[in-house]
């Protein structure tokens, strides 16, 4: 074994890299067939060994606090329920040359261009099963041959516009591809959070090692994006299954990273053959969709009645050519694991080349050759459902051994169901070093690659995603067990040139309108607003209570009862320091905010989710009193922290307003509550500086008024004073103010019902008089402004 | 050949106003090559909507699409139409035996709408039944001929079962009406379908219409109020498809009018819709044949 020469800077540390040893017959990133480190690790490699430990944990510390902070995760099912998951990076980037980049790329592109031909003709003349180079059952048969979709062709002329691959090395040390992603591939956001975090760790060596960027490959897929658009004010969309999907994340994030709105199949109709956007500004024209949802769910009218995800009528969008959909609908029934028991002759035959990188040796066993293939040396094969466009290493008891099946089991299951099955080489990674308890060490990987279609032709991402194995075993098959993702560096002998989202300028500037916001945005912005207001209220009903028993003592006064009867209109029981109605709105705050995360900073999201969890961490342990009073204390800062960042940074279109207005009602509605019940005639002592204390306006009353507290002044500076940022008056002049500027608020001079509705609640309070507002009065002003959210609701929430 | 004319009339009541939604209708009669043509067909909604299209579907089904608006309080749709039908009512048996063929099926190189690749396997609303199979293989025996096979698997069937409207809904299944052993002419075609792809026969689901008025000397058939549904099994390359109506226990010539075939009720329903239902919603339709002179 030769021994491990780091380019004679052996500094430092080892590192585990002269004990690394790449697996027997398995290819390795780090060690090349001479023993010796490849060349082009040294400069990462010496650097990680001259890092002490702790430099070395706060490097791969960055990357994970990034990762954190940004809110990168993803959702994992099991056992019933789904939990989002922290991002497991694997802290070693896999390294390529620029020239095997190149090699794979240009295989990669042949292959797309296959799929694509395939594509057509399955979804066309069906030529390829006519003239034998297709079973007709692996189509017809097929769940993914969506039937609807035969004859339909695709508006911009191709059916595929983003694909990816995932590839892994055999033990010869050649790429073949495990499996084909068309359907709505993820990972390419992923990969360039990967990318993100890694350069954190490694700033320096980044810097210095002409790593290719990965922006431009997105810049260069928005602009083919943008140029699919029929006309220039059309828009561009992508569709997400929901907030529950497990790349949930990623489609928020991409949108944001594109500048292209994030929608539900609720959000979206169809008219007159064209797909709309329901949005507050009424229907609006979409022209691009970058389709993240399975074809089958996407309209229930036409393809899997159950979906409740879709939109009915998109296929009909489709038919009529009005819409460009990445990828066409029906794309799926190109990653149907038979068929690549097909492809190296349809290469061939539609190409007319062999494939430039073989896929994964496949046999379907619907024919009898096939059969008897596999029956006279099962070893080495494993079985699959035929139908199947799972990964190699998903989908847990989806394959088996075929040695492992007794012969006559064996021939049993060929004879049943031959067409249903097919046997494929079992696949063997190889290995890419991984950083394990500070050493590094051989781990198996694959890759997926991503190809976008623009304007140029297919565009390869310089980079990917790699899976990292959490164990050194490296069948396919082990990788179903944990593992992590690692950044892919595409190294040039050059410098390259840095790249940024923002394209040259060419033409003149132009400031574009900021897009139409989908009704159900605008519906999750307006609760987000309410329930983060209400939790403010309630935080601040629940410290004026423990701080009362701290001082007291008792929880029986008069005023005690007040509170908990306020607190349980709220569903919240004033006895626990955090009570679970508190949990509860804030929870309703968190999924409001999920359901548009694409709209929000990643610093407000990750404020709003620390304020959520640092009340349920105080849940578990404060107790009722001064304790929980401080407490509550803490959760008020982080609330004011969220708010502040929301209204400082928010663009102040559509979004921001939905989200003030939500704010202000709710605002306007907790006040009147609190005044109706604590500044009645009837209240009990202390119930005044309560609500001013509530009111958060101690001060304000203080040097406003000289007298004592009395209910003239308190309901002139909690519900009639302008200038009090808390008083009824204030968030009631805020909405109508809002409300003038939503669109269609006045038609031809004619007031639209919410906004003669808000006008008649802006006359009434301004008008009214400390002594004109009364209990009653408070009560029915209430009902007025409850009515509001009504009438908002039903213009533009719907 | 047979001539008819056909009117079919739907209503809908809602409880409360709907609100806006898409809908599919699959009520017209559509030409079938040697079998049925379509001398007129036209149909009418009201309150009539601006947006209506129609389009035919993978199977070759007549489609109208129709946006509904909110605000909907009841629906009216009428259709009317003429129809040839041209049936070989010659019982000539040149259909393969049920042995061969899985060999023609595996030669047959086509996956167009008529081809019987879409017809074997399961289906949503048929999925493979232990049940419905063992039924089956006891009513064949060994050499017969698939269009043997669709006679004795159809008679047994109708054995079996009774006609109960009472019994089933649009959505059960074919697996649960075996087992209640009633159903009605949707739960019939759709064992059937099951029973045949079972034994390897590719079988569809037909939709259509059967003719009300009997031909002199003959009983009402059950089933004839109302639209109608049975099974159209495919017999080898020589004899192609051959039509059953196991509700009424007969092989399918001219009483019988084709709206679509697909592989279960799901493909040619004749309402697909998406009206979102506040309310309930009632309905009832009325189907009129009358044989031309």
């Not at chain 1, 808390?726 to 639209?752: C, F």
Request: proline share 6%; aromatic share 6%; glycine share 10%.
């Amino acid at each position: 074994m030769a021994s491990v020469q780091t380019g004679g800077q052996a500094k430092g540390r080892d590192r585990g890299v002269s004990a690394y040893r790449p697996l027997p017959d398995v290819p390795d990133e780090l060690i090349g067939p001479d023993g010796l480190l490849r060349p082009l690790w040294h400069q990462l490699i010496s650097h990680l060994q001259g890092l002490s430990d702790e430099d070395l944990a706060r490097a791969t510390g960055r990357a994970d606090q990034y990762l954190r902070d940004s809110g990168v995760f993803y959702r994992q099912y099991g056992s019933g329920q789904s939990v989002e998951r922290p991002w497991p990076l694997s802290h070693i980037p896999v390294l390529m040359t620029e020239a095997d980049w190149a090699g794979l790329s240009a295989a990669l592109v042949q292959r797309a261009d296959l799929l694509e031909a395939v594509m057509a003709d399955v979804y066309g003349e069906n030529r390829l099963v006519a003239d034998g180079f297709l079973p007709p059952s692996l189509v017809a048969g097929n769940p993914e041959w969506l039937r609807p979709l035969v004859g339909v062709r695709p508006a911009s002329g191709y059916f595929l516009h983003f694909v990816a691959f995932e590839i892994g090395r055999g033990p010869d040390g050649k790429w073949w591809v495990l499996a084909d992603r068309t359907q709505a591939p993820s990972g390419a956001g992923y990969a360039l959070e990967n990318r993100v975090a890694t350069s954190r760790a490694y700033t320096d060596v980044f810097a210095g090692q002409n790593v290719h960027r990965l922006a431009a490959f997105f810049r260069d897929f928005r602009d083919a994006l943008l140029g699919l658009r029929t006309d220039r004010d059309g828009r561009v969309a992508i569709l997400t299954p929901g907030p529950m999907n497990e790349t949930y994340f990623e489609q928020a994030w991409i949108a944001r990273y594109l500048g292209v709105s994030l929608v539900q199949g609720e959000d979206l109709t169809v008219e007159n053959g064209h797909l709309m956007v329901r949005t507050v500004s009424g229907l609006r024209p979409l022209d691009v969709l970058w389709r993240r949802m399975d074809g089958s769910f996407a309209d229930p009218l036409e393809l899997d009645p159950a979906s409740r995800i879709g939109t009915p009528g998109m296929v009909s969008a489709l038919r009529q050519g009005g819409l460009t959909m990445v990828n066409c609908l029906g794309s799926g029934v190109l990653e149907t694991r038979a068929l690549m028991a097909f492809l190296p002759k349809l290469a061939q035959h539609l190409l007319n080349a062999p494939l430039a990188m073989p896929n994964i040796a496949t046999w379907w066993c619907g024919s009898e050759a096939e059969r008897a293939r596999v029956m006279a040396d099962p070893s080495g094969l494993v079985l699959a459902p035929a139908f199947s466009t799972g990964l190699p290493f998903d989908h847990a008891g989806e394959s088996t051994l075929a040695a492992s099946l007794a012969p006559a089991e064996l021939a049993r299951r060929l004879r049943d169901a031959g067409a249903t099955l097919v046997a494929q080489e079992a696949v063997t990674l190889s290995t890419t070093p991984a950083l394990i308890d500070g050493q590094i060490v051989p781990r198996p990987m694959s890759l997926r690659v991503f190809l976008a279609r623009t304007a140029s032709g297919w565009q390869v991402m310089q980079g990917g995603f790699a899976r990292i194995g959490a164990t050194p075993d490296p069948t396919a098959l082990a990788m179903q067990r944990g593992g992590s993702a690692a950044d892919v560096w595409i190294i040039s002998k050059d410098e390259v040139p840095a790249v940024s989202m923002v394209a040259p300028s060419s033409g003149p500037y132009r400031r574009s309108a900021p897009g139409a916001l989908p009704a159900r945005a605008a519906d999750n912005l307006f609760w987000l607003g309410r329930y983060v207001e209400r939790s403010e209220g309630i935080v601040r009903m629940l410290r004026a209570r423990h701080i009362r028993l701290a001082e007291s003592g008792r929880a029986a006064l008069p005023l005690q009862g007040k509170m908990d009867d306020l607190l349980a209109s709220y569903g919240v029981d004033g006895s626990d320091g955090i009570p679970q109605g508190l949990l509860d709105t804030l929870g309703a705050a968190v999924t409001s905010a999920g359901q548009v995360r694409d709209r929000f900073s990643p610093d407000g999201w990750s404020a709003l989710n620390d304020l959520d969890k640092s009340a349920r961490r105080m849940a578990d342990r404060v107790t009722a009193g001064d304790d929980a009073a401080r407490a509550l204390s803490a959760l008020l800062r982080k609330l004011a922290g969220f708010s502040g960042l929301v209204h400082e940074n928010m663009y102040r279109f559509f979004g921001w307003r939905f989200l003030s207005i939500g704010r202000q009602h709710e605002r306007a509605m907790g006040m009147i509550g609190v005044l109706a019940s604590l500044a009645d005639a009837k209240a009990p002592p202390g119930a005044l500086d309560l609500c001013i204390e509530l009111g958060d306006s101690v001060l304000t009353h203080r040097r406003r008024f000289s007298v004592a507290t009395s209910r003239e002044t308190v309901i002139d500076l909690l519900a009639l004073d302008p200038m009090n940022p808390r008083s009824v008056r204030h968030q009631i002049d805020g909405l109508t103010e809002q409300v003038q500027t939503l669109p269609g608020a006045a038609t031809h001079g004619q007031l639209s019902d919410l906004a003669r509705a808000m006008l008649r609640c802006q006359t009434e309070i301004a008008t009214a008089t400390p002594e004109s507002l009364d209990t009653e009065s408070l009560i029915a002003l209430r009902g007025t402004v409850a009515e509001l959210s009504d009438l908002l609701t039903e213009a533009y929430l719907r | 050949m047979t001539r008819y004319s056909l009117r079919l009339a739907i209503h809908y009541d809602f409880a409360r106003p709907t609100g806006a939604g898409r809908q599919l209708f699959r009520v017209l009669p559509a030409p079938v090559p040697g079998l049925q043509q379509v001398r007129r067909a036209a149909i009418s909604l009201d309150p009539a909507t601006g947006d209506r299209g129609e389009f035919t579907d993978f199977f070759g089904t007549r489609v109208i699409e129709v946006a509904m608006p909110p605000g909907l309080t009841r629906l009216d749709l009428q259709m009317t139409a003429e129809v040839d039908r041209m049936a070989d009512e010659s019982l000539l048996d040149i259909s393969a035996p049920l042995g061969q063929l899985a060999p023609e099926l595996a030669a047959h190189r086509d996956v167009g709408c008529r081809s019987p690749h879409h017809f074997l396997g399961q289906s949503r609303r048929i999925l493979q039944s232990a049940r419905i199979a063992a039924f089956a293989r006891d009513h064949i025996a060994p050499r017969m001929t698939v269009r043997e096979v669709v006679d004795h698997l159809g008679k047994g069937l109708h054995r079996h079962m009774t006609f109960d409207p009472e019994a089933t809904s649009v959505e059960t299944t074919a697996d649960e009406a075996f087992v209640q052993a009633r159903g009605v002419c949707q739960d019939f075609a759709q064992i059937m379908v099951g029973g045949l792809r079972s034994l390897g026969v590719p079988a569809a689901y037909v939709a259509g219409y059967l003719r009300t008025d009997p031909p002199p000397g003959k009983p009402r058939l059950a089933g004839a109020d109302a639209m109608h549904a049975w099974v159209r099994a495919w017999s080898g390359e020589e004899m192609g498809w051959v039509d059953y109506d196991p509700t009424n226990a007969c092989f399918v010539f001219n009483d019988h009018i084709d709206v679509g075939f697909g592989r279960d009720y799901g493909d040619v329903a004749p309402v697909t819709g998406m009206l979102r239902l506040v309310g309930s919603q009632s309905g009832s339709h009325s189907v009129d044949i009358e044989a031309l002179p």
